[in-house]
Structure formats: structure tokens, C-alpha cells
């Protein structure tokens, strides 16, 4: 009896064993895959990401924005903070919060603007007249 009890918890640690393994290796090749799809920009926002302690996506969320767009996170933004304002009842926590992600998601625009050439420019690599 005691021998089917240890096979069978040999063979279950085995199986979890596999199935670790298994996980771990597709979480590093998805983590290669996005390391290598964010380039340099990817460094600057990780960069961004390590001294603000905020990520893009939880700034994103914080802020309920889908697009970086000026217009949207300042909208957001002025709205979630008259809402979270301790005055009218609502929480410093959650404001400052609000003042953080938005601080993020301005340093994600910020980067972007750097890595993409102004507008004109793209307009005269696109049509050379002179």
C-alpha cells in the first residue's frame, strides 16, 4: 500500500513538475517576444516604469484611457480628481493616484514625441519637392 502511495506522489510531482516547466518556458518566450518588440522606446518607458513605480497599463487603467491622446488623459484626469477631491468627500489615496498615472502617461507621451520624427518632417520625407 505504502508503495502505490509513493508512486502516486511521484508521479503527481512529476506532472506538476512538466507542467511548471512548461509555463516558465512560455512565460520567457513571451517575454522575450515583447522585449524585443518594444525596442528602444520600450527601455525609455521601462525606464519611465522603474522611477515613477507605475506602469503604462495600470496608468492607463487608473485613468480609464484606451489611446494616449492629450485631450482624453486630461479629460480623464481633471475629472477623476474633482470626484477623488477629500473636500466633497473622496479619498487623498485615490487622488493622488489619479495625480500619478497621469504624471506616467505623460512621460509615455513624452517618450513618443522624442522617438517620432515632428509631423513636418515626415511630410518632407514623403513628398521631396525641393
Known amino acids: 500500500m505504502a ?3 509513493a508512486q502516486i506522489v511521484v508521479m503527481g510531482a512529476q506532472v506538476v513538475g512538466r507542467a511548471f516547466a512548461r509555463a516558465l518556458r512560455q ?3 513571451a517575454s522575450k517576444a515583447a522585449a524585443e518588440a518594444r525596442g528602444r522606446s520600450g527601455q525609455q518607458s521601462a525606464a519611465a ?3 515613477t ?3 503604462l497599463q495600470e496608468a492607463q487603467q487608473i485613468l480609464n484611457v484606451s489611446t ?7 479629460k480623464s ?4 480628481f474633482k470626484v477623488n477631491d477629500k473636500e466633497v468627500g473622496g479619498s487623498f489615496y485615490l487622488q493622488s493616484k489619479v495625480v500619478r498615472a497621469k504624471e506616467r502617461l505623460d512621460e509615455e507621451l ?3 514625441k522624442k522617438d517620432s520624427p515632428p509631423a513636418q518632417e515626415q511630410q518632407k520625407q514623403q513628398n521631396p519637392e525641393t
Not at 494616449?68 to 486630461?74: A, F, S, V
Open 77 to 80: 484626469y481633471e475629472h477623476l
Open 3 to 5: 508503495r502505490y502511495l
Open 68 to 74: 494616449l491622446t492629450p485631450e482624453e488623459i486630461q
Open 110 to 112: 513624452s517618450i513618443q
Open 53 to 55: 513605480g507605475m506602469s
Open 27 to 29: 512565460e520567457f518566450a
Open 49 to 51: 516604469t522603474s522611477i
